[in-house]
């Protein structure tokens, strides 16, 4: 957001601030230990509200549960931006310094009463008015989201309403205020921090800034398309028009992990060439043509991951790794010198000192100091530098040093798959405390806690299907059916059920989703699949 | 323009510590003072990431007008106060206290720096014989877990772990009164079936052994655990964004056990049911 691609506060402003916003997270049971930071908070008197639409174990600790519809959240989010600026709560002094575009937006959002809110969402006009007036009056406030936020077909959409609030109260750029988006796997802000977007190059510079990408074409030694790549989404979409014939696929699970799997494994049989790299034989290393046995890359490899409060930290090597298998740097050095080129040996700290020196965030820190500090928070641009807890200060700078921040004018639409007679309920997807993705990582322990591969419903959905809790129904969608025992929760509702995605084998989850995606993330709606349920 | 939230500064008082002057901030206990001074005061339930919870009595120290000893754990600095961190009341205090744990609670598998202490202060092995020793037969009730309360000095830690201290999920508390007060789910249902979801963070913070993960219960049955031929690599969780540290400890090539530094700021210690046992996709025996 505004240029940076990561979470504005660190995990600790959650402890003293005065309003916690969960929208679209269950972070009790994807992110538990986020989740203690953010009970100190509550503990020490912090109001919260959860906005999703199951009454989740974090739901649960909230003061107000806004139990919204799946895909409606723009909606919810513009009528509590026009409730803030009707009331007169919105923080003049900090639009007129810090944003731009407030009078457009102000119109923009105007249709977004809380009654036509009301009737998209199912949210009471109520609990909508209360959560804009506090989210207003608040001193300090922070709004965290998760994947309820950003798999959906409007991802970037639904994320731009969420900053825009921020932009209207000004929770933003101040210890304690901020938006924080809590990242879903270990290293995925990492990834992104190394360049592993399709228009960015590492350090999030953009790969079509000729000086940018002119500095790094001079300390590679090579020329650097200027023209951003694709993202995964995008790949497979080139595979269908056959412009993409090979693929080289490290340490992802896509014949799985991608919605609409039965289109995902249609298109990786297509290719000419499949090289996949994992530590396990997976479903698509099963499919490759050629397999590099990897090692784990947490336990088995020197090197950094980047956590959701943008702290680098270092990975180390504790085991030494089965067999052949080497750890994925060694691979790829292995991989370029078999190509010709001379990379030399694999030396995890040798490749972070070139990107420090590429990547001004990362600059100052060396591995002795992420060693002696216990993690770096970017940017750090020296080797003086103490790490950043909280980004975009500068909003509050008098002048300011950039051009305000844009508000964003998005508009609701309604989830792609759309309910009708045929397909009736709406089936969302998620984790479980216990289980990880698909089911990879987190097969190989005896969880006590382990739910089974089981489709959750209340018993008043079970009872309107004839169904009791265990018995085993057929879950269709528009584009797959499958087979699964119902479980019995109470945090669901009547035409809202549920399903992990964590035992593929077992119950693949997305032969039912669909790959509509979001066009500017590339993310796919797994939250919104609308399906029909019948007893076998 | 810039708003920053200021901490208010912090007052200071000075103390005297065995006779030497100690200036602390208001915020400090007597413990801290005590060790700041130099002062060697031994703990059993205390643990910095915890609220103490003054159950073991073990760093009691004689303040000067005050009728009994006092944890100085929990018992913040004052202006002025004259503390004896090893008299001789504190040191008969101290010997009794652990005399009592030996004689009821089996201690064998307490921390070295607990060892050293009881060997300092004289304590003589089972000095109340037979008159009252817990037993109760190890709860083996899932692959994750052993409960063996015949270790259990009733510390609280456990419970302040698994409650509001961390993880705010209450599966357990004190049941009972006296010398049998134990530890337990609610109506002593079995782990399994209670609220429990196997975070690992009671056992993470059991002094004695108490609670253990199953690997390392079996390893010792065996005969196998060896702490000798151990490394312990801190390194960073594989599962989610948050950036949990994870210390692996490894024997033989293989993960034996997964903690967490007590002193990292995005942990504080404590784990969930994925970091501290999902380790074992990598050293599984199937390819």
């Known amino acids: 957001m505004f240029g940076a691609g990561g979470g504005t506060s660190s995990y600790e402003e959650i402890e003293t601030t005065d309003l916690i916003i969960l929208w679209g997270s269950n972070a009790r049971s994807a992110h538990p230990i986020f989740f203690h930071h953010l009970l100190k908070g509550v503990r020490n008197g912090a109001k919260m509200y959860a906005v999703d639409p199951r009454r989740t174990e974090s739901a649960q600790w909230a003061d107000t549960w806004l139990g919204i519809d799946v895909g409606s959240d723009i909606a919810l989010a513009n009528a509590v931006a026009r409730e803030i600026i009707n009331a007169g709560l919105a923080n003049t002094e900090f639009i007129e310094h810090s944003t731009s575009g407030f009078d457009d937006f102000a119109e923009f959002v105007e249709p977004y009463t809380l009654e036509r809110a009301e009737e998209i969402s199912g949210v009471p006009a109520s609990a909508i008015r209360a959560l804009a007036h506090d989210y207003a009056t608040a001193e300090t406030a922070q709004l965290c989201w998760t994947l309820g936020i950003t798999e959906h077909h409007n991802a970037t959409d639904n994320v731009v309403a969420l900053i825009n609030l921020a932009l209207l109260t000004g929770h933003v750029g101040r210890y304690g205020s901020g938006l924080v988006p809590i990242r879903g796997q270990n290293n995925v802000q990492g990834g992104g921090d190394m360049g592993a977007l399709p228009n960015k190059l590492p350090g999030f510079q953009n790969v079509a800034d000729d000086e940018l990408r002119g500095k790094f074409e001079k300390a590679y030694g090579m020329t650097i398309p200027s023209e951003p790549g694709w993202h995964v989404t995008q790949m497979f979409d080139a595979m269908e028009r056959a412009e993409l014939s090979a693929m080289y696929v490290i340490g992802e699970n896509p014949a799985q992990s991608e919605a609409d799997s039965g289109r995902t494994i249609e298109l990786l049989e297509g290719l000419d060439h499949l090289v996949v790299q994992d530590i396990f034989l997976t479903k698509t290393a099963a499919m490759a043509d050629v397999v590099f046995p990897a090692a784990s890359g947490w336990a088995e490899s020197e090197g950094t991951f980047t956590s959701s409060e943008r702290r680098v930290q270092r990975v180390r090597r504790a085991l030494d790794p089965p067999g052949s298998a080497k750890d994925d740097l060694a691979i790829l050095f292995e991989f370029a010198n078999a190509m010709g080129h001379e990379w030399g040996t694999a030396d995890a700290e040798d490749v972070w000192d070139e990107l420090r020196s590429l990547s001004p965030m990362h600059a100052g820190m060396s591995y002795e100091r992420l060693e002696a500090m216990g993690g770096i928070q970017w940017p750090c641009p020296d080797i003086g530098h103490p790490g950043t807890k909280f980004l975009h200060a500068w909003l509050w700078e008098d002048p300011m040093p950039r051009e305000p921040a844009p508000f964003s004018l998005v508009e609701w639409v309604p989830p792609v798959d759309p309910l009708d007679e045929d397909y009736p309920i709406r089936l969302t997807t998620g984790r479980r405390l216990d289980a990880y993705n698909t089911g990879v990582q987190s097969s190989g322990y005896r969880s006590p806690i382990y739910a089974g591969a089981v489709i959750d419903m209340t018993p008043e959905q079970a009872a309107d299907l004839g169904a009791s809790e265990g018995d085993v129904v057929r879950i269709t969608s528009r584009r797959g059916s499958v087979e699964a025992p119902v479980r019995f929760t109470n945090g669901l509702r009547r035409g809202l059920v549920f399903m992990a995605i964590h035992s593929p084998d077992d119950l693949d989850v997305n032969t039912l989703t669909l790959d509509a995606w979001d066009p500017k993330s590339g993310t796919a709606e797994f939250k919104a699949t609308a399906v029909r349920i019948e007893t076998t | ?287």
Request: proline share 4%; net charge negative.
């Open chain 2, 1 to 287: 323009m810039i708003e920053q939230r200021i901490a208010d500064p912090v007052a200071t008082v000075t103390v005297t510590i065995d006779g030497a002057p100690v200036t602390m901030p208001e915020t400090a206990t007597l413990l801290e003072a005590s060790r700041a001074a130099g002062a060697d005061v031994p703990t059993l339930c205390y643990l910095e990431t915890l609220t103490p919870f003054n159950s073991c009595r073990l760093c009691v120290v004689e303040v000067a007008g005050s009728r009994t000893l006092v944890p100085s754990c929990s018992r913040m600095v004052e202006e002025g106060m004259e503390v004896q961190t090893d008299s001789d009341r504190v040191q008969h205090t101290r010997r009794m206290v652990y005399e009592l744990l030996d004689s009821t609670v089996d201690l064998s598998l307490v921390d070295d720096e607990t060892t050293r202490q009881m060997e300092r202060y004289g304590v003589r092995t089972n000095r109340f014989g037979d008159g009252y020793r817990r037993t109760e037969a190890v709860k083996i009730e899932d692959d994750l877990y052993v409960r063996d309360y015949e270790k259990c000095i009733m510390c609280y830690r456990c419970v302040a772990a698994c409650g509001p201290d961390a993880q705010n999920t209450f599966a357990i508390d004190v049941a009972g009164r006296g010398l049998t007060s134990t530890i337990a789910t609610e109506y002593d249902i079995t782990l399994p079936d209670s609220a429990c979801v196997y975070c690992g963070n009671c056992v993470g913070v059991c002094p004695t052994g108490a609670l253990m993960f199953t690997s390392e219960y079996r390893m010792r049955e065996s005969g196998d655990w060896d702490e000798d031929r151990q490394t312990v690599t801190t390194t960073i969780c594989t599962f989610c964004g948050v950036g949990c540290n994870l210390e692996l400890h490894v024997q033989d090539n293989r993960i034996v056990k997964v903690t967490s530094p007590m002193d990292h700021e995005v942990t504080s210690g404590h784990l969930c049911i994925k970091g501290r046992f999902g380790y074992a996709h990598i050293q599984s025996e199937s390819p």
